[in-house]
């Protein structure tokens, strides 16, 4: 799972997207993996398919909403795919816990800056 968000990670930095072959092979990936080892351990397939529905769904939503790209979607599904319902579940609460921190920080960056740019144009009026 690391190397797919690592891997989507970059490509979302450097291109501003994600692409449907990273995402694509991380489903395929948590599917077959789960799969095979679902014959040790029962319900881990099922458990990983309801990961990619969940994901899918939740994120959609959020996708329809635009709080959230279309690659993001994807990538989640990737993830749901790869660690089952349950612990897709944890990994969403912790992403929109800092997901929002980083958008509060955004914000006040952006107020700050705003503020800046006002301070100077009353200082130029004033020279």
Do not use: C
């Amino acid at each position: 799972m690391l190397m797919v968000v690592l891997a989507a990670a970059v490509y979302d930095v450097r291109y501003r997207r994600i692409p449907n072959w990273l995402t694509v092979a991380g489903v395929l990936v948590g599917l077959a993996l789960n799969g095979f080892l679902d014959q040790g351990r029962p319900g881990l397939f099922v458990s990983s398919l309801l990961g990619l529905a969940m994901a899918f769904g939740v994120y959609f939503v959020l996708y329809a909403l635009r709080a959230m790209g279309a690659g993001d979607v994807k990538l989640m599904a990737a993830v749901g795919a790869i660690v089952g319902w349950r612990d897709w579940f944890g990994i969403f609460i912790v992403t929109a816990i800092i997901g929002g921190i980083m958008a509060l920080i955004l914000v006040a960056r952006a107020r700050a800056d705003q503020e800046d740019v006002l301070e100077r144009r009353v200082h130029l009026e004033r020279s």
